[in-house]
């Protein structure tokens, strides 16, 4: 994304045209690299993924979701969250799960409800009984 637009054509025409592969290979070299010190900065921005989340995303989603697309006040969402991690969630994991949903739910937004599959609509109509 970051090669200039020139040098990137030039070596295109290297390879389509005189058949020689030197330019375009520095090209991806010198691209690669970068990539990889981006990469390299954000992960030490972010730091390492929480292994629990990952362990349960699709269940925190699925609870997240369903606390939308129901329009659960705060108090049937507590209820529905406890419900949910004492039949999906091992016991010691439980304490742990509800925390991570309810805190979610607490701090759902505008920019954040695409990673839970929520539409815009779904998220204004249950916002209004969330209070």
């Known amino acids: 994304m970051d090669v200039p637009e020139q040098t990137y054509i030039n070596g295109l025409i ?11 290979s520095e090209i991806f ?10 990469y390299s900065a ?3 921005v972010l730091g390492d993924p929480d292994p629990f989340r990952l362990r ?7 609870t997240v ?15 529905f969250i406890r419900e949910r991690a004492k ?3 091992p016991m010691p994991d439980q304490e742990r799960f509800i925390e991570i949903v309810e805190t ?17 609509r779904e998220y204004e109509k249950w916002h209004k009984t969330w209070r």
């Open 29 to 38: 070299i010198w691209a690669y690299e970068r990539s990889c010190s981006r």
């Open 87 to 89: 039949d999906l969630i």
């Open 104 to 120: 979610i739910a607490m701090s759902l937004h505008e920019g954040n409800i695409a990673r839970y599959r929520l539409s815009p």
């Open 56 to 62: 349960y995303r699709e269940i925190i989603r699925e």
């Open 65 to 79: 979701a369903a606390i939308v697309h129901n329009c659960m006040n705060k108090k049937l969402a507590t209820a």
């Open 14 to 24: 290297g390879v389509y045209e005189l058949n020689r592969t030197e330019l375009f």
């Open 42 to 44: 954000t992960r030490q």
